[in-house]
């Protein structure tokens, strides 16, 4: 999940804040909205989203899905990573094992006397 906030569109409502304080603040200077992280936990989306969706001024924009702080922060990244390894590993030994098949060949019919 990607947050993103309008400090331009903000009109200081402070309902972000009062929904989702761990993740909204207001300026202490203009009262606009600012986020207080960048990285979020599954157990926040739905307060996120209550904030965005309860935004009178549309200063919150809430982007679904996983971006790369997500996935630090949830161990997927490393989970993506040794899946794409042993991926990679089975293709290369898949290519190898018929690349000694095709050398075996063809040695079998380069040896005299073997019929072929």
């Known amino acids: 999940m990607q947050v993103s ?17 761990e993740i909204f603040d207001q ?3 203009d009262g606009r909205v600012m986020l207080r992280q960048t990285v979020f936990l599954p157990v926040q989306f739905a ?5 965005g969706e309860l935004c ?3 200063a919150i924009t809430v982007t679904e899905g996983i971006s ?7 161990g997927t990244a490393d989970q993506t990573t040794d899946q794409t390894a042993e991926q990679t590993a089975e293709q290369t030994a898949g290519q190898a094992t ?5 050398q075996t060949a063809e040695s079998a019919d380069a040896q005299p006397g073997t019929g072929r």
Not at 13 to 21: H, V
Not at 47 to 51: G, M, V
Not at 68 to 74: I, R, S, V, Y
């Open 5 to 21: 906030v309008d400090r331009d569109r903000c009109c200081s409502s402070g309902l972000c804040a009062s929904n989702a304080p």
């Open 27 to 29: 300026d202490e200077q």
């Open 47 to 51: 307060d996120i989203r209550l904030a």
């Open 68 to 74: 790369p702080a997500d996935e630090a922060a949830d």
């Open 56 to 58: 009178p001024c549309g």
């Open 98 to 102: 018929k690349q000694t098949a095709e």
